[in-house]
């Protein structure tokens, strides 16, 4: 089992991102890529350049690979440290004034990290990979994704979704809506950017002694930036998400301490057609059964 893509990145006195979108008219819809059958890859632009980006909820900024940002002439500004889901830290070049463009939206003046995504891409996509598409995209529109339809699209604000309405919590950077795992009341990371399956934190795995309470406990390779690493895994009795409740699902345990007690990605949330409006902490779910 392998982890999203995910990350963090922190730096004393580190610029916010400035949102300024334009939309084109609502409900178009986009193509939506299934790579590897659970990677999510969609069409963008960085500074007006067409590129296949991989889409990740969680990624509190758009990174773009060393080689790729050369050829853009991208220079960083400054450098900082950032945190993935795999075994180490990773250094990042902060590029301030970027434009970011897909789904029929620009946003300008962004500020993008450049980061080497070989391992990455190789790994996980088993490609290259240029672009990770981070939250700029969902901060700046309401978004209607459906997984397995392979279609996304920008919708306009003034239209009630259909499904259960669950409000969004922002948790260092990554939004969570609220899950039950075995019965407890949890939050989660919302992270489309995850294409293996469930992760917990081992710190929420303790509390809920999900690895001594005689369960078949058994480790796998995993890792998304910063490299493999080795994890535990376990089954899930019950996980319950917008009302649908998976039985005997997967999980992987995610040490670093920036991890979410919880993380459900394409896995758990292609069973549902999803909106997004990060802009008003919210998310609406609806089950494709």
């Known amino acids: 089992m392998r982890s999203g893509t995910s990350y963090k990145i922190w730096a004393a006195g580190a610029a916010a991102l400035l949102l300024a979108g334009s939309a084109a008219a609502g409900n178009t819809g986009y193509p939506l890529v299934l ?40 220079h960083s ?27 029929g939206l ?22 290259r990979l240029d ?25 306009n604000s003034d239209r009630q ?27 989660a990371a919302f992270d489309l950017g995850n294409g293996s399956g469930v992760l917990l934190g081992s710190k929420f795995a303790q509390r809920m002694h999900l690895l001594t309470d005689g369960r078949p406990v058994t480790t796998a390779r995993g890792g998304g930036l910063g490299g493999e690493t080795a994890r535990q895994t376990l089954k899930l009795r019950s996980l319950e998400v917008a009302g649908h409740e998976f039985q005997d699902l997967g999980a992987a345990i995610d040490a670093q301490a920036s991890a979410t007690d919880v993380n459900i990605g394409v896995d ?22």
């Open 35 to 74: 790579t590897r059958g659970s990677r999510l890859m969609i069409a963008a632009s960085i500074n007006g350049h067409p590129v296949q980006a991989l889409l990740d909820s969680a990624a509190e900024a758009t990174l773009i690979d060393l080689e790729f940002a050369k050829q853009l002439n991208l």
């Open 77 to 103: 500004s400054s450098t900082v440290t950032g945190s993935g889901s795999g075994n180490a830290s990773f250094e990042a070049g902060m590029v301030p004034g970027v434009q970011l463009a897909a789904l």
């Open 106 to 127: 620009t946003l300008s003046d962004q500020t993008v990290a450049i980061v080497d995504l070989k391992d990455v891409g190789r790994r996980l996509l088993g490609q």
């Open 131 to 155: 672009v990770i598409l981070g939250r700029e995209i969902f901060d700046a529109a309401r978004l209607f994704i459906d997984i397995d339809g392979r279609r996304i699209r920008v919708l």
């Open 161 to 187: 979704p259909a499904g259960v309405r669950l409000e969004l919590l922002t948790e260092h950077g990554v939004e969570t809506l609220p899950v039950r795992v075995e019965g407890e009341a949890v939050r």
């Open 268 to 289: 758990v949330l292609r069973h549902f057609f999803i909106t997004t409006d990060f802009q008003n902490h919210v998310l609406w779910l609806e089950s494709r059964r």
